[in-house]
């Protein structure tokens, strides 16, 4: 999990993250994944899956339907950015489904979630908190709830 406000290098932190694994489907509802670059440096190791939109009318329309839960089946890793724009409830679903079948998913919030059924799905927590311009990672081991989504290659 990576946590961090609006313009801390999420994005940018995962990006570098899909660039090292090999099998990594990436979720990505606001396509910032779009990039010539990312494709090219992956050398098919990553693969992009954009999300429906319910509606244009709001907040947290993204869905995660049963066909992206099976496509992300498929891979070892999956990486949701922008978790934020995505409905709860299928969020805590799509995360249990990836735990049940051992795909280590790695996802960014803008807080810290405060539902435990989302923080107990991840192994390690990385925040970034931008202080005197410059970027600054720290992993939080008190929440290490669940070693079986630990970063490991």
Known sequence: MVVGRVGTGKTRELKKMALSLSKVLVLDPLREYEDEELEK????????QHLDCESNEGYRNFKITEDVINIAKKFEYVIV????YLCQEDSIYFLQQMKDSDIKVIASFQKMPSDAQITKKFGYIISLDVTNDFDKITEYEKYNYDSGFGLKK
């Open 41 to 48: 440096q992956t050398e098919g190791h990553v693969t992009l």
């Open 81 to 84: 950015d922008e978790t934020n």
